[in-house]
């Protein structure tokens, strides 16, 4: 049985540029101090003229260092030894032009590039800068040599409305999603054992329209299938999100195909299934549909008493009965009671190569919740249990359970 990473014991060192979006920084540093990691920050002296040292002080409960303590007389060992021998990660957010420059060429002339050279752990970027700058060819050629390095994990930029008023790519991920990948990478340690790989995803509870406005549906969240897509994403894998309606935004390097109804899914996984190495069906897909369906919404008078069903497309099966050898398919069981038993059934019969059962009987467990537990099963004959942990932790120990 897996044990729950412990992000008590990681240290985090963050260091930030000189950008507008350094204002995130300070959810991102509240965020991981309340999640128990320890904490360094450096910043940069541009970055000191949007942010203070003493607001990341107070909020990562330590010293915030510039070059000021960079040049200080040294009494015991060089700063950024220290700092670049402590951290098990390092976050450099915002990452500006000019750092991105001088990490390419492998300069060091203040604390944050010394910091970094004289560190040997995997190194997060999040760059932000306006459009024309992130989009020059000096820039982006920077940008892939500093990825070719395998310690550098780029988590790119979005688009919007950027503080130059200029709409286009350039913005500074978020902080909840540059947390969930340093979560990531502090459970895998840097791992890419997924390079190379392209993983195809299904998520979320289709709907099944009886008119325009009513359908069976589940309670279905897509939760379990966005942290598989993350999980996959931060090990190197290419990663498709087949998704039904969610609330939550699409990570950003994940290329995601929206779908409602189980004939859409069906149709959207089929295509992309000759170029995927492992296909995981998290989604909840419908069982029955209305017989009929009205293109206009039927008066409440109208609704039958009876509601004639018929079956949806059995997609796992059909894809067990399409894969190729080399291709891995792994299902899912929400069961309630015995969860073990109709899995292992259900692996058999749709001839999959792993399934998670997991219960939806439980607390904080199943639709909806952040977290889950699981039964993991394969052809093989191998079971392991997985206690109660984040969806996140979840997807990671399946990638571990099937690699």
Sequence with gaps: MPSSPNFKSKRVLIAVGGGIAAYKVCELVSTLFKSGVELRIILTKSAQEFITPLTLATLSRHQAYTDDNFWQPIYTRPLHIELGEWADLIVIAPLTANTLAKLAYGMADNLLTNTVLASTCPVLLAPAMNTDMWEQVAVQRNWQQLLTDSRFYGIGTASGLLACDRIGAGRMAEAAEIFIYIQSLLYTQGKRDLVGKEVLISAGGTREYLDPVRFIGNPSTGKMGLALAQAALHRGAKVILV?????????????????????????????????????????????????????????????????????????????????????????????????????????????????????????????????????????????????????????????????
């Design 243 to 403: 998704h039904c309606p969610a609330s939550w935004e699409v990570p950003l390097g994940v290329e995601a195909i929206p779908v409602i109804t189980s004939e859409e899914m069906q149709q959207v996984m089929l295509n992309q299934l000759p170029n995927a190495d492992i296909i995981i069906m998290s989604a909840a897909v419908a069982d029955v549909k209305p017989r009929d369906y009205s293109t206009e919404k039927l008066p409440k008078r109208s609704l039958p008493e009876n509601l004639p069903l018929i079956s949806v497309p059995d997609i796992v099966a059909e894809i067990g009965n399409r894969k190729q050898p080399h291709q891995y398919l792994i299902g899912f069981a929400a069961q309630t009671g015995d969860i073990v038993k109709p899995a292992r059934e259900k692996l058999q019969r749709k001839k999959l190569d792993a399934i998670v059962a997991n219960p939806i009987d439980q607390v904080d467990s199943g639709f909806g919740s952040d977290h889950n537990q699981a039964v993991f099963l394969d052809k093989e004959g191998r079971e392991v249990e997985i206690p109660t942990c984040s969806k996140l932790e979840m997807a990671h120990y399946l990638f571990d359970f099937v690699i």
